[in-house]
């Protein structure tokens, strides 16, 4: 059964090779391959899921080793997969949301010329994700972590014509170095600690380490987990990459890469156990991350924007979890796995909406769309009764959860994160509230596009709604599902371990509080936005408003401390560059370069002067060697 | 002569003949060689009686069959266990079948196959009169210039010689990494060697540069064959037999006395290190290491580029081999005398060809240069003198032969009215022109200057391990050194392809047939699969890394 689990992997490696090497000829059947081979790697996910449902508890991890990738004494490094609880559920997320969406994008892409790249560039995220939740060691987890990054820019500025799409897939890009950088520096920590970077000697060696050594590794990955997660301070590229086409933005940018970040803290739990400070670090980091993408949602007009904010926002509640430790990690995972459903859900209904509306984008020119796309109507509207926690959902469930969690910690703490978690849901109802009405109720606010064409909406194609339905009901199943009987909590507890910590309060009161919460958040966006005609154009705001419409200022703060501080400091590394450290590399390479010069002359093409250049060697090895014998 | 000489020599007349033992020879076990040598035969056949328009075709299909045979044979012997348990010394001590002869056998068959479709090819030049024509002289014999070289491309001949004279130079090199006395060393030395240098002079365009080429390493090879023959005669006289091993128990003293008429002789420390020294230096001509190789750029600028490719590749290989089996099982008691003296000729053939390069402007003069400084390279993993070292040379020679083809090949697509473009600068802007020919020479020379991923640093890494185990640590500074100046020239054409403005009179990349497609395609796969996953071919070389003594 290990076997079948590279498999998992070669399958869309071999439709991203195929796709990108094929040519021309694959133009008109290239994204039925892609979406063959995507749904080719679920169904092997889908056996290996029965077989680990068919084992006992303690069996359900397969390890299989492919090869030695780097063998040196002292370094090794191996090419093995790990199949256990946690990788499962990520292989069946990312492949089932995957397929879901090649199928969704069939219909979505179906005009565009480069459509047969653009599958296989899908498929290559695919492959790169799975080796990045299959890898047994940090090594090759790095590589997979690189691939996402690759394909991610390869999408976000997949309609590279656009200057803004290439801008906002360099800066994805660079962003994402910063993080990649913390990662690279937290395998080579641990490499120096522990001797090696295979997650099981290292995880289970974490408390030999000094408590220093485990922080510093814990905070390099929490580095690397704000940058591909867009956690705060490294969250400014989630919103440019709405760029890139809707079923990308759905993919990549909401169910599967942004929360790879999540699936680093909670793999290496063992290490954050073991580093308190780190913790708190990342409990902050989950906070602030989920109040700033929640406030940065309210204020955008452009609906995949608002919802990446939104993303953010909830990626914030599971990094504030995964934060807490063995109280929350399986409901990190749990809130992952039903915000990949809801929120790939309303990704693809926002595509099919833009479908229908010329590709318009600001739902200031929406409205009243519910009767021309009722499947995207209902659908999307699951996904939003999903998100905001409407009880029964699958969002109700799962971060009601986090939210005890939060409380649970206990101490100040518990009462500051909690309240902070509270108050992000109650404006998730609000921005969410804000975005259904905008859309899909009140006046029609439609205008013509730049070619003066007038928008005619209409329902998307089946190939494009089966998808969304599918979605739809895993929104509004799979929480309870999942939470009933504790069913996700007994299967990954193996892997994660689990503590019920003490909370102050009981369930019941944060229940009713989170209910409260999300009463005012409707409530509000209702007076505002249902009561009242939405103005065409936005009006001035306060000056929270104005600030959260530009990103709470992150580009601007990041302009100046980043940029101008960076620039200053390249001027003084070139003034030093070109005067010291030119100096001596130019000495160098023109001293061998005349050197280089003269020798050559010795070559003047004469066989005489050869032979006799043969001559004196012979001459010379004779010599030395008895030479040698003589000292 | 005195008349008890006389005397003794009419008595041995006398004796009867049924003291001559009768030669046991294992066919089998030297099926590989005698496979090709006998394919050569065919050729020579086919030349004289089969019509001109086929020759080409049988001359094509005989070779590759006899290569594929050959290959096979050698397939066969080692999972035989030719190459690990069953290993012995065949043909009446002549000839070792064990695992470096078996794995040199096998990288120098298949680089002589790729070199085949790299001969075989005859669609790059335009068509003459209605011809194809391929890389080599209409008619060898021809002045250049004259009516009679007017005439022969007129009527549309081809040397077709050329594969004949690929096989017995294959043959030749076959039996020189598995000689296993010095006069079998010495015959396989001329029987590959004689060959090439005709195949040097066969150029079709630029002949008279060829023929210089041709005619500078006949001289430079019969002066370096001089050498190594007296050097045979010292190491005789020293140990009164040419049998590998037998000297090797006089060296470390286990016999002293074979024949009694070299008494005198016998023994004597001066015969050996000169004679040593004499036969080595014959071996580093071949290996083109430095100060040895002044011939090189000038006999890879003027030969056809196939014969380049062929030549730069497999010799290495056959000489190599040779030279590791000298070292190895002739000459293990005096180590001592040749690690310093290696130490030095790799030090500066490894320095020597990266420095020297740095001012090429020519592409097939720079990858001279270049194989000169693999040479030191592939020197330093010799001196390491344990079995890794000897594992860690086969790996590299296998990864090197096939960039080398490859590298070769690619050269001979790029060009203009001149026939191939091999000025540096005509190369400017190549990567916007043609960016798959490009991006293939860029992973050849990306595997020249040993960038992980490629088969060129796998090998690289191999080699400077075995010698920094065996203690060479300052030999791996300046190895790491000079490739670090080697990188330089490599970047440095793969910035002139892709970064600068192509010009507008610029060469033309010529499509070829899927002989010299298959050439390149072999090199860029077995760079990529021996860069990334070269765990099983390093082993297959560990296995096959012990000597039969």
């Given amino acids: ?601 010795l070559q003047n093409g004469y066989a005489r002067s050869y032979a006799v250049s043969m001559f004196g060697g012979a001459a010379l090895l004779v010599a030395a060697t008895l030479l040698m014998r003589a000292v | 002569m005195s008349t008890a000489a006389v005397h003794s020599l009419w008595t041995t007349a006398a004796e009867p003949i049924s003291k001559i033992p009768t030669p046991k020879i294992e066919y089998g076990q030297l099926s590989p060689t005698l496979i090709v040598v006998g394919a050569a035969i065919v050729g020579v056949l086919v030349e004289a009686f089969v019509p001109r328009k086929s020759r080409y075709y049988a001359q094509v299909f005989v070779s590759a069959v006899a290569l594929c045979a050959a290959f096979a044979a050698v397939v066969a012997l080692a999972a035989d266990g030719y190459g690990t348990t069953k290993a012995h010394i065949a043909a009446m001590g002549a000839i070792a079948v064990d695992g470096p002869s078996l794995f040199l056998q096998g990288t120098i068959l298949l680089a002589g196959l790729v070199g085949l479709f790299t001969f075989a090819e005859r669609r790059l030049d335009p068509e003459a009169h209605g011809n194809r024509v391929d890389s080599f002289a209409a008619q060898a014999a021809s002045v250049p210039g004259s009516d009679s070289e007017q005439a022969a491309v007129k009527a549309g001949f081809t040397t077709t010689e050329v594969f004949p004279l690929l096989l017995f130079a294959i043959a030749g090199m076959l039996v020189f990494p598995s000689a296993n006395d010095l006069l079998t060393l010495f015959v396989a030395l001329e029987v590959f060697s004689l060959p090439l240098y005709l195949l040097c002079a066969l150029a079709r365009r630029k002949r008279l540069m060829s023929q210089e080429a041709a005619v500078k390493y006949f001289l430079l090879g019969a002066f370096a064959s001089a050498f190594t023959l007296f050097g045979i005669a010292l190491l005789y006289g020293y140990a009164g037999s040419v049998s590998y091993a037998t000297i090797a128990q006089v060296v470390d003293g286990s016999v002293t006395s074979v024949d009694p008429a070299l008494a005198n002789t016998m023994g004597n420390d001066a015969l050996l290190l000169i004679g040593a020294a004499m036969v080595v230096m014959g071996l580093l001509f071949k290996v083109g290491a430095v100060p040895f190789h002044m011939w090189t750029p000038d006999v890879y600028q003027g030969a056809p580029t196939p014969v380049t490719g062929f030549m730069a590749a497999a010799t290495k290989v056959a000489a190599f081999g040779a030279l590791l089996r000298l070292l190895y099982v002739v000459l293990p008691g005096m180590r001592w005398d040749w690690r310093p003296v290696m130490w030095g000729v790799a030090i500066i053939t490894m320095l020597g060809g990266a420095i020297v390069a740095i001012t090429q402007t020519d592409i097939k003069r720079l990858l001279a240069y270049s194989s000169i400084a693999h040479a030191g390279f592939i020197l330093a993993g010799v001196i390491a003198t344990s079995k890794d070292g000897v594992s860690s040379v086969l790996f590299y020679l296998a990864a090197y032969s096939f960039v080398t083809i490859g590298a070769f090949a690619v050269v001979t697509l790029v060009r203009d009215a001149g026939g191939e473009a091999t000025h540096l600068s005509k190369w400017a802007g190549l990567g916007r022109r043609s960016p798959l020919v490009a991006a293939v020479f860029a992973v050849f020379l990306l595997a020249f200057a040993g960038i992980p991923l490629t088969s060129g640093f796998a090998g690289k890494f191999a080699v400077f391990k075995a010698a920094a185990e065996g203690g060479a640590v300052p030999l791996v500074v300046i190895g790491v050194i000079s490739s670090a100046i080697a990188a330089f020239f490599y970047i440095r054409v793969i910035v002139l392809m892709f970064f600068s403005e192509p010009k507008p009179e610029g060469p033309t990349v010529a499509v070829p047939s899927p002989f010299t497609m298959a050439a390149i395609g072999v090199g860029v796969a077995v760079t990529l699969v021996l860069g990334v996953a070269p765990q099983y071919f390093l082993n297959l070389a560990s296995q096959a890394g012990v000597f039969v003594r």
């Fill in chain 1, 1 to 601: 059964m290990e076997n079948l689990i590279a498999l998992l992997i070669a399958a869309p490696l071999l439709g991203a090779a195929v796709l990108l090497v094929g040519g021309r000829r694959l133009d008109a059947v290239g994204q039925w391959i892609g979406t063959l081979l995507s749904t080719t790697s679920f169904v092997f996910g889908v056996i290996l899921f029965v077989d680990l449902l068919g084992r006992n508890t303690d069996d359900r991890t397969l390890i299989q080793h492919l090869y030695t990738w780097v063998p040196v004494a002292g370094f090794q490094a191996d090419v093995t997969f790990r199949l256990d609880q946690l990788s499962m559920t990520f292989v069946l997320l990312i492949t089932g949301v995957g397929s879901l969406i090649h199928l969704y994008s069939v219909g979505y892409m179906e005009h565009d010329e480069r459509r047969r790249r653009f599958f296989g560039y899908l498929n290559l995220f695919l492959a790169a994700m799975l080796l990045l939740v299959l890898a047994d060691n940090y090594l090759l987890l790095y590589v997979g972590w690189e691939g996402v990054g690759l394909a991610s820019y390869l999408l976000i500025g997949f309609w590279q014509h656009k200057p803004s799409a290439a801008t906002a897939a360099k800066k994805a890009f660079l962003v994402n170095r910063v993080g990649d950088m913390g990662l690279s520096i937290a395998i080579m920590l641990m490499f120096t600690t522990f001797g090696t970077f295979a997650f099981g000697p290292v995880l289970s060696h974490a408390t030999d380490a000094s408590e220093g050594r485990l922080t510093a590794i814990g905070l390099m990955l929490l580095l690397a987990a704000c940058g591909k997660s867009a956690q705060v301070p490294l969250q400014s590229w989630l919103g440019d990459a709405m760029e890139g086409p809707t079923p990308v933005s759905a993919l990549i940018h909401a169910a599967t890469m942004v929360t790879a970040g999540v699936y680093l803290i909670v793999r290496s739990g063992a290490i954050f156990n073991a580093a308190p400070d780190a913790q708190l670090v990342v409990t902050v980091v989950g906070a602030v991350t989920l109040l700033f993408g929640a406030i940065v949602g309210c204020a955008k007009d452009d609906i995949k924007k608002a919802l990446a904010g939104s993303t953010m926002s909830q990626i914030g509640y599971m990094v504030l979890a995964a934060g807490l430790g063995p109280i929350g990690y399986v409901f990190a995972i749990m809130h992952l796995v039903t915000h990949g459903f809801f929120k790939a859900g309303l990704f693809l209904g926002a595509g099919s909406v833009m479908h229908g509306m010329n590709d318009e984008v600001d739902m200031r020119r929406y409205g009243g769309l519910r009767k021309y796309m009722p499947v995207t109507f209902i659908t999307f509207g699951l996904g939003y009764l999903a998100i905001i926690g409407f009880p029964g959902l699958s969002g109700f469930f799962s971060k009601d959860k986090i939210i005890e969690a939060a409380f649970a910690k206990g101490g100040t703490e518990g009462w500051i994160l909690g309240t902070c978690a509270l108050v992000g849901a109650a404006i998730t109802a609000f921005y969410m509230t804000r975005v259904m009405l905008m859309t899909f109720f009140g006046e029609k606010r439609w205008q013509p596009d730049e070619h003066g064409h007038e928008p005619h909406p209409h329902e998307s194609p089946k190939v494009m709604t089966i998808p969304m339905i599918v979605l739809a009901v895993g929104s509004v199943f799979a929480g309870g599902f999942f939470s009933i009987g504790d069913r996700f909590l007994h299967w990954l507890e193996p892997i994660t371990g689990h503590s019920e910590g003490d909370s102050p309060i009981s369930a019941g009161v944060v229940t009713g509080a989170t209910m409260v919460c999300l009463i005012i958040g409707v409530g509000i966006a209702y007076l505002q936005y249902g009561r009242r005609p939405v103005p065409a154009v936005a009006p001035r705001g306060s000056l929270l408003t104005r600030a959260a419409r530009r990103d709470l200022l992150q580009d601007d703060f990041n302009h100046v401390v980043l940029v101008r501080g960076g620039e200053h400091l390249t001027r003084s590394l070139v003034y030093v560059d070109h005067t010291l450290v030119d100096g001596v590399v130019n000495g160098t390479a023109a001293g061998f370069g005349g050197l280089s010069g003269r020798l050559r002359k």
